[in-house]
Every structure is written in structure tokens, then in C-alpha cells.
């Protein structure tokens, strides 16, 4: 056994954040047109391993220290599996997707596991990839399906580094606290998501038109994908509500922010975790999405030009060296349901076809975990040209998650409906 590194801040959090009501993982569901055969998958996997060492990663406590320690004998009968039983229709799919997301990692062995389920009744088959979020953010985890899962042609666009927050230390935690500030909870505002969770989960799925959000994003403001990817979200919010009977106001969100960029341009190591993030209130109110876009991109604009989820990122780790007890305070502040209300994360996904074992994947998405008075999450992923949002809910307090899917679905095509200017 071979010591690699002891976890980072980022991966203890998520770690301490798992109990018998939150699992730590996310999960990659990938709709494969046909059925692959469970030890193809696991030979080709041992294969390229190599390319993907945090595969063979497990947990392992040195001296009361958590340490990333490599597993030089990874059992891939244990961690690739077949899933057999009859053929699953839509909510069949949805409803295993969600059993096994409600299972735990074994800390024993390397935090990962790939379910092939039963055909699909309509045709194709499902892959299932959990993945520890202690092990992989989606960025990474990107890296690693593409070093060791899926075959992806190769691309010659390199990932600009994200810019990052000038100034030294001090000035960092001056500027850090005033976002602190910025992202502390509101006491008015109240989150439509916020009651106490249990174990069980429910999902559900929607799809968007990747080119037509790249359209619509640039002619409209000259906005971003990502922005996009939230005014469809604020309206379908606003429908979920409207249906519900329920009162339509602004709904604060947590959009994560990768850093992986900014930290391999300082020559820091490459992690398995490195993001930050910002909050903003998504406007629910107009139901023109085009205003609803402008509105959110100045939000996004301003949040961006001044660096928050930068700030934010130096900040807190500045605090836990100079001040654990005031950072702990911090994070419990900032995890509050008045802080924000729904995590919505987007992670740009393959862009050209990809295929499993010679396989096409047909769709891909990803499926996050939800938090203590959070009851949904969204997570967005592309693939080619079709963005795919992943909705996790508790199924006691969002029964009608399926719902809130089909509005933003609709909200995506009422979208990239907006004709481009003349």
C-alpha cells in the first residue's frame, strides 16, 4: 500500500457532511443504445486503470491522519457489476437510479462503483458510475470517464485557466469577508426546499438544447451558457410553484464555480476537489425568459467581475488556518437554507459523440446529492449538443419532482424559441 496524499480540506467537508440522511456521493447515468456485457467493461477498465489513478484510491487513517492510499489489487468484480432482473420503463429507471443512489460507499475499498442495469423497455440500456465527491468533483470526474470509462476522440481545445483574485493574504480576507457578507443568509427569504430530509431519494431527468442555449445566451445579452442553464431553471421554478398554488418570489441559488483552472495555472497540485462558488436570487417573477436572462446575466456579470467565488476561496481557507472555530461558524452560516435555497452545478460534458465498449452513449447526466434542509439539487451536463439536468429530491417533501422536470424542459424550449434578432 502506497500513501499518496492526506485529504484535502475540501474532501474532509464532504466527508463530515455524510450521515445516515446524506450520502457524499454524485453519479454519472450514461443511456447506452444497446446492452454491454459486464466483463468486456471490467477488462477494459483493468486496461487503462493507470490512466486514471484515483480509481485505485482508497481512504486509509495514518496516525489519526485520513491519507489517500493507492490499492494495488482493485477487485473490478466488486466495483463494475451486472444488474439483472426485467426490462425497466421510465420510472423503473428512474426509481433504480434512485435505490442505489441511497446506498453507501464501502470505505474499504475505493469510493466508486458501476451498475449495468436490465435493458430499457423502450430499447438501449442504462450504465450507472457513482463516484465519491470526496474523490471527484464533476470536473474531475469528467477527466476520469474520459481516461478510463468512454471512448471520447481527441480534442485540440485547452481549458483556459480561470483568472483568479489579486492581492496577498490580507487583503484577500478583507475583500473575503465583505463576500462573506454578500453570501450570508437572508431572514426574510424563504426556500420552498427547506425541511428535514431522510434517507430516500427521487429523481428525475430533462434535456435542453445545447446550440440553441449558445444562441440564445450571445444574442439576447451576450450572455453565457450557464446563464441560460439558470433561466430555465427560474422558470421552471416558477411554473412548479405557480401549479402548486405556492407564492412566486425570488429563489437565492448556489452555482458552484470550478477552480481546477486557476490552481494548475499557480502550479499548485492537481486535486480532486477544487471549486468555489457564488450565490445570486434568481428572479421568478417575469415570465418573459429573454428579461428573465438579462437580469440573471448582469447578476452572473458583476459576481464574476468581482471575483466572489475567488474571494470566497481564499478566505475560507485562509480562516481555517488562522481561525478553525470562526470558520466552522462560516460554513455552518453559509449552508444555511437562508443562505441559499437550491445548488444548480453545470459542467461542460464531452464534446464530440462518445461511446462505451464501441457503444453509443445516447444521453448522459449527472445526479448530485442533496443536503440538510435542502431538498433538491440540480446538476447539468452536457453532451455534444444536449444539455441533461439531473433533479435528486427528497420524495417526502418534493413528491412531484417529475413535475418540476417537465416545466423545466419546457422552459428550455420556450427558450431556445427566442427567434435571433434581425
Not at 502550479?267 to 428579461?291: H, M, Q, T, W
Request: hydrophobic residues 45%; proline residues 7%.
Amino acid at each position: 500500500m502506497e500513501l499518496v496524499r492526506p485529504l484535502s480540506e475540501e474532501d474532509l467537508a464532504i466527508l463530515a457532511i455524510e450521515c445516515e440522511t446524506v450520502a457524499g456521493h454524485t453519479c454519472k447515468v450514461l443511456i447506452l443504445e444497446r446492452p454491454v456485457e459486464v466483463e468486456e467493461l471490467r477488462a477494459s477498465i483493468a486496461a487503462r486503470l493507470e490512466k486514471a489513478p484515483e480509481l485505485s484510491l482508497r481512504l486509509h487513517d495514518e496516525h489519526g491522519t485520513l491519507w489517500w492510499a493507492r490499492d494495488d489489487a482493485v477487485d473490478l468484480r466488486q466495483h463494475v457489476v451486472a444488474d439483472t432482473g426485467r426490462p425497466l420503463d421510465h420510472d423503473g429507471l428512474r426509481d433504480r437510479i434512485a435505490q442505489l443512489f441511497e446506498q453507501r460507499m464501502d470505505r474499504g475499498r475505493p469510493l466508486w462503483q458501476i451498475d449495468l442495469l436490465p435493458p430499457l423497455a423502450g430499447g438501449g440500456a442504462a450504465l450507472v458510475w457513482r463516484i465519491h465527491h470526496a474523490l471527484a468533483d464533476g470536473t474531475t470526474a469528467m477527466r476520469i470517464g474520459r481516461s478510463a470509462l468512454w471512448n471520447e476522440p481527441e480534442t485540440q481545445t485547452a481549458a483556459r485557466p480561470r483568472a483568479h483574485a489579486p492581492g496577498g493574504a490580507t487583503y484577500a480576507n478583507v475583500q473575503g469577508l465583505h463576500m462573506l457578507v454578500r453570501e450570508a443568509p437572508h431572514p426574510w427569504v424563504h426556500s420552498p426546499f427547506d425541511g428535514r430530509i431522510d434517507e430516500k431519494r427521487t429523481i428525475a431527468f430533462a434535456t435542453g438544447d445545447l446550440k440553441s442555449f449558445h444562441r440564445v445566451a450571445a444574442s439576447v445579452c451576450g450572455a453565457t451558457v450557464n446563464d441560460a442553464v439558470l433561466t430555465v431553471v427560474s422558470g421552471g421554478l416558477r411554473r412548479w410553484l405557480e401549479a402548486a398554488h405556492c407564492p412566486v418570489g425570488p429563489v437565492r441559488v448556489k452555482v458552484p464555480v470550478s477552480l481546477h483552472g486557476a490552481h494548475h495555472a499557480r502550479g499548485e497540485e492537481e486535486l480532486g476537489n477544487r471549486d468555489s462558488y457564488f450565490i445570486l436570487d434568481l428572479p421568478l417573477g417575469p415570465p418573459d425568459p429573454a428579461v428573465r436572462l438579462e437580469a440573471i446575466h448582469r447578476a452572473t456579470k458583476a459576481r464574476k467581475q468581482e471575483h466572489d467565488a475567488e474571494w470566497l476561496d481564499a478566505v475560507m481557507h485562509e480562516l481555517r488556518k488562522t481561525s478553525p472555530g470562526l470558520r466552522r461558524f462560516a460554513d455552518h452560516v453559509l449552508a444555511s437554507p437562508r443562505s441559499f435555497a437550491l445548488n444548480v452545478s453545470n459542467v461542460p460534458g464531452p464534446r464530440r459523440p462518445i461511446d462505451v465498449l464501441g457503444v453509443p452513449v445516447d444521453a448522459l447526466y449527472a445526479i448530485a446529492e442533496i443536503g440538510q434542509r435542502h431538498a433538491l439539487r440540480i446538476a447539468v451536463l452536457s453532451l455534444v449538443d444536449t444539455l441533461g439536468f439531473g433533479l435528486c429530491a427528497d420524495p417526502t417533501l418534493l413528491p412531484d419532482v417529475e413535475q418540476l422536470a417537465a416545466a423545466i424542459e419546457e422552459e428550455a424550449t420556450a427558450l431556445c424559441a427566442i427567434p435571433a434578432p434581425s
